[in-house]
């Protein structure tokens, strides 16, 4: 197992990771619709089990040291996550769901809003993790390329599926097989990140916009398009509308999408490559069309009807926020009965319903429903099966890819 981690960060992997934090998905808020005459249409105390069945994991090298267990005796949790990524009670401290797990187990959650972006928290827990010794966190939730990184670097417990019966059988099928951790053995999404098409219906005259090929190529968009300035995001969008795989794709299927994306540059169709501001610019009309996030996209939509979604036919890019346990967590089965807990559909469904990303899920419409029906048919919280089967993700990179191809991506953007 590696005991640290051997390389530098490039000039090009910091610029990306500034774009990230200052503009990009690392400055996403997790923001809330939740409408407060659904807030008490879920009782939580009484929540029934589920049978157990789904995918045992699979086997890991470079798995972290057991740690001491001492859940049994010590009833707490230390949890961390992102600002706005949890229910709030309508008095505004509350945090019902974990008030309800409190209640049904008697395990005490200490949870703390510390994480604010990916690379600054990594920078808070990797020396601890490094040389062996306890973060003081239970539970964390990092973005896949995150959670990829800390399971290489063996910095993560190895979860027991005994304890983890729902997660195993309600896990969408769509998140069940990542590249970075097959079969779920280290960590279980939070939520999915689409990356869908969006437009302005006014500034398209009422027309459509359903694939890349009409962003880059339609006379009638050009200088009012936009493509997002995070790599993996726009370049799969352009892989998959090229019919090219973005978990399998070579270098020179690399080099073409970004070949594709210059035409798009030079010619002035693309009016600009952004971070989340484009929601301005999309709702006034400045940007008929763009790449968008679906999170984004179901806020603007609250506000202005004319902002519209599409799924691409040749498929779209969802990443994932994931729960881990970290190396050296003294709580390590209360965590993993929390992680479990999020994966009853009731439960689900209230988190959802207040953080409006993609719900990983199964089985959540019905309870969904009962808090606001419009969420429970949105397809952009609950895919339905047709948009889940083109739901694609993007391949773990090597340090030596990211490095070339971020790097190649910076000169596309101008950064």
């Given amino acids: 197992m590696e005991q640290y981690e051997p ?10 990771m500034r774009r990230s934090i200052q503009d990009g998905r690392g400055a996403l808020t997790r923001r809330s619709l939740l409408r407060a005459s659904g807030a008490a249409a879920l009782a939580l105390g009484g929540l029934g089990a589920l049978s157990a069945c789904g995918i045992p994991p699979a086997a890991r090298a470079g798995d972290a040291a057991a740690s001491d267990d001492h859940s049994a005796a010590e009833k707490r949790i230390n949890f961390s996550n992102w600002t706005e990524y ?5 008095d505004e401290k509350s ?6 797990f409190t209640r049904r187990t008697g395990i005490a959650v200490k949870y703390t809003e510390d994480i604010n972006d ?7 827990i990797k020396p601890q993790l490094a040389a062996g010794q306890d973060t003081g966190r239970d539970l964390v939730i990092v973005t896949d390329w995150l959670a990829a990184r800390i399971i290489r670097l063996g910095w993560a417990q ?4 005994a304890n983890l019966p729902h997660a195993f059988a309600n896990l969408s099928a769509q998140f069940r097989t990542p590249d970075w951790d097959p079969g779920r053995a280290y960590s279980y999404p939070w939520t999915g990140i689409p990356t869908v098409i969006a437009y302005n219906e006014k500034a398209t005259g009422g027309r459509k916009v359903d694939s890349v090929t009409q962003l880059l190529d339609d006379p009638k968009l050009k200088g009012k398009v936009s493509f997002l300035s995070e790599m993996r995001d726009s370049v799969g969008m352009t892989l998959l509308d090229m019919g090219k795989d973005p978990g399998s794709f070579s270098d020179a299927d690399f080099d073409a999408a970004v070949g594709r994306m210059q035409k798009g540059v030079d010619t002035k169709q693309i009016r600009r490559f952004t971070g989340n501001d484009y929601t301005a610019d ?3 009309g400045d940007i008929a069309a763009c790449v968008a996030w679906a999170g984004d996209i179901i806020q603007l939509q609250a506000d202005n009807p004319a902002i519209k979604f599409s799924i691409p036919s040749a498929g779209y890019i969802t990443s994932s926020d994931n729960m881990l346990i970290p190396a050296k967590a003294r709580h390590k089965t209360n965590a993993e009965k929390l992680m479990d807990y999020y994966y009853e559909p009731p439960v689900a469904a209230r988190l959802a319903a207040y953080i409006n990303y993609v719900c990983p899920v199964d089985g959540v ?7 606001d029906a419009s969420m429970a048919s949105n397809t952009l919280i609950l895919p339905d099966r047709g948009m889940a089967a083109k739901s694609r993700s993007f391949r773990s990179l090597s340090a030596e890819e990211e490095t070339a191809y971020e790097e190649k991506f910076a000169k596309l953007i101008g950064a």
Avoid: C, W, Y
């Avoid at 945090?95 to 309800?100: G, I, N, S």
């Avoid at 190895?158 to 599926?161: E, F, G, S, V, W």
């Avoid at 419409?365 to 808090?371: P, V």
């Fill in 282 to 284: 999309l709702s006034k």
């Fill in 365 to 371: 419409a019905g309870e969904l429903a009962k808090i």
């Fill in 86 to 90: 949890m229910d709030v009670g309508e």
């Fill in 158 to 161: 190895k979860l027991d599926h």
């Fill in 118 to 124: 990916n690379v600054e928290f990594f920078g808070k």
């Fill in 95 to 100: 945090r019902p769901t974990l008030d309800a």
């Fill in 7 to 16: 390389e530098r960060l490039s000039a090009p992997q910091l610029a990306a």
